[in-house]
């Protein structure tokens, strides 16, 4: 065993003639902070990009498929389902890294009741739209069965829009459509979903897409976008440049007219993205603090243990050990205290984590934060390489401190008390 680490093992961080140090005591709980800090900004940052990354994943397609002339008016924003499939299909390269695929047909409209009325835009899906993130946030009544000509006119509305307007599950509901006349039809509210989106929830509602294609007469392979969920979703950018090429090659070969864009879902919801990106550089600063913090407490712990033991070090130095060795010495010996700091910290912060993950006892405004609670996501590779970054962090900056021993001279400790 190297003998500085062994006579570190041998010494105790309090002085053998005090039965404790106040300051030691303070710097270990100061230590023990930063890391409980720490752990719980990356867990709540995780967990709050995890959860809205979720959510906006869920309710919009990973790539959508739109016509170049979006936005004109609904006869020039429309894209051909089939089209889209057939090109799909024909490659037959890209078929396989996709989930689902869906034709929609989004259309603004009005929702009228006796007392009230909203704007809203109805999204119309086919049997292909995914429905389990939805079903899963039903409160009351069910998701329709699009493809039963039975429920051609059933839609699912939010909470937001059930309590302004005071519908719930079974209701009827007039939503009126406004283009060059008026067209009124008579839906009836399957059900009622919360997904604490204000940005879906406020806007959307959805049912079988025949509702739209009828009022704006169009055949049942036309749409306004075609929905493409992939089952891998690390490189988007790259499938919708790949997807895009795929459906320029098919026009060109087919001679079509129309013209495709490819858009992902970071690129659908900027907003929300960057907002994301801003919880990056808070945990970045919270980390930088939480550091500096730390590696000052630190300084203050070895200036305590130095002062406490100038007697010792004058006697190494007597007996010739150098200063790199004594120096060596005092860094692990304070290194017990940022070991059993972490242990401490890491108990505190990880069960502070698992109780918020699995209690929901820090509660949030939905309508602010998107979620009722404070989520949580708990990363090992994320926890090993904190704590990892800790002890170098720790250690450089015990490696600068530990300079004053060299200024320690013999003949002045013999004069110590």
Not at 116 to 127: P, Q, S
Not at 226 to 242: C, F, G, H, P
Not at 289 to 306: G, R, Y
Request: with cysteine; charged share 20%.
């Amino acid at each position: 065993m190297n003998h500085e680490i062994y006579i570190a093992r041998r010494m105790k961080l309090n002085n053998e003639r005090q039965k404790g140090s106040p300051s030691l005591t303070v710097a270990l709980v100061g230590v023990v902070l930063a890391v409980v800090v720490m752990i719980l900004s990356i867990a709540i940052v995780m967990g709050f990009k995890g959860e809205i990354t979720g959510k906006i994943m869920h309710l919009d397609a990973h790539l959508r498929v739109t016509n170049a002339a979006l936005g004109i008016d609904d006869n020039y924003s429309t894209v051909n389902g089939r089209e889209v499939r057939e090109a799909i299909a024909d490659e037959g390269k890209f078929s396989p890294f996709i989930e689902s695929i869906s034709l929609i047909a989004d259309k603004s409209a009005i929702l009228k009741t006796d007392e009230d009325f909203m704007g809203i835009i109805l999204r119309g899906v086919d049997e292909g739209y995914d429905f389990s993130y939805l079903k899963s946030k039903m409160i009351d009544g069910d998701i329709p069965v699009v493809s039963d000509t039975a429920s051609a006119n059933q839609i699912v509305i939010s909470k937001l829009i059930a309590d302004r307007l005071r519908l719930h599950a079974g209701d009827k509901v007039y939503t009126y459509f406004i283009d060059n006349k008026i067209k009124v039809r008579n839906l009836t509210v399957s059900g009622v979903f919360e997904t604490d989106l204000d940005a879906f929830d406020n806007s959307y509602i959805v049912g079988g897409i025949g509702i739209v294609q009828g009022v704006n007469d169009w055949n049942s392979d036309i749409g306004t976008q075609v929905a493409i969920n992939m089952k891998d979703t690390r490189d988007l950018d790259s499938d919708a440049y790949s997807l895009y090429t795929l459906l320029a090659e098919n026009s060109v070969q087919h001679e079509s007219k129309n013209l495709f864009f490819v858009t992902t879902t970071q690129q659908n919801n900027l907003p929300f993205f960057a907002w994301l990106q801003m919880l990056d550089m808070n945990v970045v600063i919270i980390l930088t603090l939480m550091m500096i913090v730390a590696a000052f407490t630190l300084i203050s712990a070895m200036l305590m243990i130095v002062l406490e033991r100038i007697r010792v070090i004058g006697n190494f130095k007597a007996m010739g050990a150098t200063n790199a060795t004594i120096r060596r010495i005092f860094i692990y010996l304070t290194g017990k205290l940022i070991i059993k700091a972490l242990i401490i910290g890491n108990i505190i912060g990880i069960g502070l984590a698992l109780l918020q993950k699995y209690c929901h006892i820090v509660r949030l405004d939905p309508s602010a934060y998107y979620m009722p609670y404070v989520p949580i996501h708990l990363s090992i590779p994320a926890l090993l390489m904190l704590n990892a970054g800790i002890i170098i962090v720790s250690y450089l900056t015990l490696l600068g401190a530990s300079h004053i021993i060299s200024t320690i001279k013999p003949t002045a400790t013999m004069r110590f008390e």
